[in-house]
Every structure is written in C-alpha cells, then in structure tokens.
Nanobody, 125 residues
C-alpha cells in the first residue's frame, strides 16, 4: 500500500519561503499523478499543484502560479513544493496525495485516493 509522509511546514512571515517534502513508499512501478492540496479553516480542500511523475509535466492553481514550484525526485520517491513570496492567504494545512491513474492530474481530483497526514503552513503579515 502506498504511503505518503509530508514534512517542512512551519511559520513564516509574508514574503518568505518554505519547502514542503512528501516521501512516498511502496509506490508501484509506473508513472502516476502526485499533487499538493491545501485546506484553510472553514474552506474546502483545493488543489494547489500537480505533477505527472512520468514526464514531469506540472500544473498550478492560478493563486500560486509563479510563486510555487512542484517537483519530483524519482531517485528519492519524494515530491517537493517550493513556496516563495508567501502570502497570509497561503495559510492552510497542506496535503500530499497520489492516484494510480496517470492522466488529468490537476483537473480530475476525485480519484486521489492516497493522502499524507498533512503539514501546517502559517504565514503572518
């Protein structure tokens, strides 16, 4: 069974940077989708960025485009989310997720079926 463990959250002032890591274990051979989601208090969980591990193609939510970078290190089975120019509205719990289907990594979110425990990001003004 695939397992995901996130790390790297914390508190930072607006304009600062954080890098989140998500280490995957027991990943079956083959390409798949990985994504970072976030959920702020009182809000629904929303996808932030997604990556296809096969070719490395990425897609971002408009709210983070140009500030966040998702990447995948196949040798370490780790997915990263580099977050720069952070804003208070980026404050949320961030979750790493994966699904077996290798398509529609960003637009089709209902079938993400493996989730990490989440890591908290707090951005103060």
């Amino acid at each position: 069974q695939v397992q995901l463990v996130e790390s790297g959250g914390g508190s930072v002032q607006a304009g600062g940077s954080l890098r989140l890591s998500c280490t995957a274990s027991n990943v079956p051979y083959g390409s798949r989708c990985f994504a970072w989601f976030r959920q702020a208090p009182g809000n629904e969980r929303q996808i932030v960025a997604a990556i296809y591990s096969g070719g490395g193609s990425t897609v971002y939510a408009d709210s983070v485009k140009g500030r966040f970078t998702i990447s995948h290190d196949n040798s370490k089975n780790t997915i990263y989310l580099q977050m720069d120019s952070l804003k208070p509205e980026d404050t949320a719990m961030y979750y790493c997720a994966t699904k077996a289907s290798p398509w529609a990594c960003f637009v089709q979110t209902y079938d993400y079926n493996v989730w990490g425990q989440g890591t908290r990001v707090t951005v103060s003004s």
